[in-house]
Nanobody, 121 residues
Framework: QVQLVESGGGLVQAGDSLRLSCAAS????MGWFRQAPGKEREFVAA????????YYADSVQGRFTISRDNAKNTVLLQMNSLKPEDTAVYYC??????????????????WGQGTQVTVSS
């Protein structure tokens, strides 16, 4: 059973930065998704098993950076220049069958509990 534990969410002002962390019980291709109230869960960023491949949603490209520390089985999401529209519950997810980054949520078979990010204007 894969276990994922997120941390690092909080309440910030527009323009501030936050760093989310996801500790996994093993090494997998990983993704970050978010879900705002009343909206579908959407892709944010993904990273390959090795860390060499990364994808970003257009809405966060240039502001967010996904990275991983394979020695610690941890994936990070550095979020800069935050906007009110970034407010959501952020989830990390693990894809236990592929080594490449995937943007669709249906490819991920394990999910964390989520961490709230709130950006005030």
């Amino acid at each position: 059973q894969v276990q994922l534990v997120e941390s690092g969410g909080g309440l910030v002002q527009a323009g501030d930065s936050l760093r989310l962390s996801c500790a996994a019980s093993g090494r997998y291709a990983m993704g970050w998704f978010r879900q705002a109230p009343g909206k579908e869960r959407e892709f944010v960023a993904a990273i390959s098993w090795s860390g060499g491949g990364r994808y970003y949603a257009d809405s966060v490209q240039g502001r967010f950076t996904i990275s991983r520390d394979n020695a610690k089985n941890t994936v990070l999401l550095q979020m800069n220049s935050l906007k009110p529209e970034d407010t959501a519950v952020y989830y990390c997810a693990a894809d236990s069958t592929r080594n490449i980054p995937i943007t669709t949520r249906y490819a991920y078979d394990y999910w964390g509990q989520g961490t709230q990010v709130t950006v005030s204007s």
